[in-house]
């Protein structure tokens, strides 16, 4: 049975006409056959029995079995003559002919048999002959997509930022929105190169100085929708209340999360960032992973590693409107917060646990109990994330090896207490790991050095 579409155009002709004569001459010879099998089994029977059932139609076929034999030997000599004529002309186009033939066979009986070929596989075969597959098909090969290679797969990507919100009345050594802009726009950027950022996490000091009044307050638009494009704020903000954050905000003297002017409870609703409480917990079982967020204000003077943890409290309760409330408040959601984890910790079954809060883990130096269990990769690979001095590292922080952590307080909104300013991104691979990295800007944006120095 012929398959012209598997073939070459020219040595589509060639097959044609020599399977053509090839059957002609099976026919010739099984007729051939059929005819001295009749004469055989006749010469075996008596002279008048063969006088008897001798007919016409038997004597046309012997005689045609005898005719083909003729035209069996003129067909083979027929087939040579045609063989000699077509080399010539198709001779020089030989050797990429047969391997174009190849290429188009094995495209054939891929798309033929519905078999899915490895992507490997079917990249190695025609990177072999680029030239010769658009020959064939140049439109299909425009259009033919990059095959990925499994090793690149993602799951999903997000990123995480914290410290951001400048004002310009009261402010630290960042002279303007240049530094927060130049990061927003390196966010966009890399969320258009990923194309999978499924969350942001904002680790808090969202609105320098004193934080929100409700959720009507300008700085919203201000001091973020202005700042970030649409793209960046079309997925959630997984957000926890930083130090600045409460100065203002009605919820710090009241345990009413309702009362809260950044508290959302709708993660769909992309006009607010996503903070259901202020300690929460989020499953995304299509990532493996969970988002903790915890509310630690309490520690704000846990750069004091010698300090107990009764000796701390939120010390910016002191430009609230309720100072004895903010501290009840605050000690009591850091209560909350350790109690949340430890029950995640024992409950979840994702893989990954990303854990953040506004304080770094040296913060947590009067809790060692918390420090090791973040240190644990027993059940969970954990990835905590924690912001409030202004700079993005992993080196000033406490160590929670094997598991991962990060300072990412270099969000432009303040101060620069280090020279890496921008964001991190975190990227979960086809195995549900999650690598993290950080995005920097230019730290002479974030802050120049002062007009001597710069002169000088």
Request: proline content about 5%.
């Amino acid at each position: 049975k012929l398959q012209p579409s598997r073939l070459n155009p020219l040595s589509t002709s060639r097959q044609v006409c020599l399977e053509s004569l090839a059957l002609f001459s099976c026919w010739c010879v099984r007729a051939s056959m059929l005819a001295s099998s009749e004469e055989e089994r006749s010469l075996m029977t008596t002279a008048d029995t063969c006088a008897e059932k001798q007919t016409p139609a038997l004597a046309r076929t012997a005689v045609a079995g005898r005719i083909c034999l003729v035209l069996t030997l003129a067909s083979l000599l027929l087939a040579g003559s045609l063989l000699a004529w077509l080399q010539p002309m198709h001779g020089a186009d030989d050797d990429k002919l047969d391997g174009l033939s190849k290429a188009s066979a094995a495209l054939y009986m891929n798309g033929a048999t519905g078999e899915e070929e490895d992507s490997k596989s079917q990249g190695d075969l025609l990177s072999k002959q680029p030239q010769l597959r658009t020959t064939l098909q140049p439109e299909a090969a425009a259009e033919q997509p990059q095959l990925e290679s499994s090793t690149h797969q993602r799951r999903g990507s997000f990123l995480v930022i914290g410290d951001w919100g400048w004002d310009e009345d009261l402010h630290g050594n960042v002279p303007d929105t240049s530094c927060q802009k130049q990061i927003a726009r390196k966010m966009l950027a890399k969320m258009e190169e990923l194309g999978d950022v499924k969350f942001i996490i904002n680790v808090g000091d969202s609105f320098y100085p004193e934080g929100l009044k409700s959720k009507d307050d300008k700085q919203w638009d201000t001091k973020w929708r202005n700042i970030y494009a649409p793209k960046v704020r079309s997925v959630p903000w997984y957000s926890v209340y930083g130090n600045h954050d409460y100065h203002h905000d009605p919820c710090i003297c009241s345990s009413d999360p309702k009362d809260c002017a950044q508290v959302n409870y709708n993660v769909h609703n992309l006009d607010y960032f996503y903070m259901p409480g202020y300690n929460w917990y989020r499953e995304h079982p299509e990532l493996d992973l969970e988002v903790i967020g915890l509310d630690m204000n309490k520690f704000m003077q846990g750069w004091n590693s010698s300090a107990r943890i009764e000796d701390l409290h939120f010390e910016d309760c002191q430009w609230s409107a309720c100072k004895a409330d903010c501290y009840g408040n605050s000690n009591a959601r850091a209560e909350q917060g350790f109690d949340l984890f430890r029950k995640r910790y024992e409950e979840s079954t994702a893989k990954n646990l990303l854990v953040f809060s506004h304080y770094p883990t040296d913060y947590f130096q009067a809790v060692p109990e918390f420090l090791k269990n973040l240190s644990i990769a027993d059940h969970h690979d954990i990835t905590y994330f924690g912001g409030h001095r202004h700079n993005v590292d992993q080196t000033s922080t406490w160590q929670i090896t094997p598991n991962t952590n990060w300072l990412v307080g270099g969000g432009g909104g303040w101060s620069c207490d280090g020279k890496e300013q921008g964001f991190v991104v975190g990227e979960i691979d086809a195995d549900y790991k999650v690598s993290t990295y950080a995005v920097l800007v230019d730290f002479e944006i974030c802050c120049p050095p002062p007009p001597d120095q710069a002169s000088a």
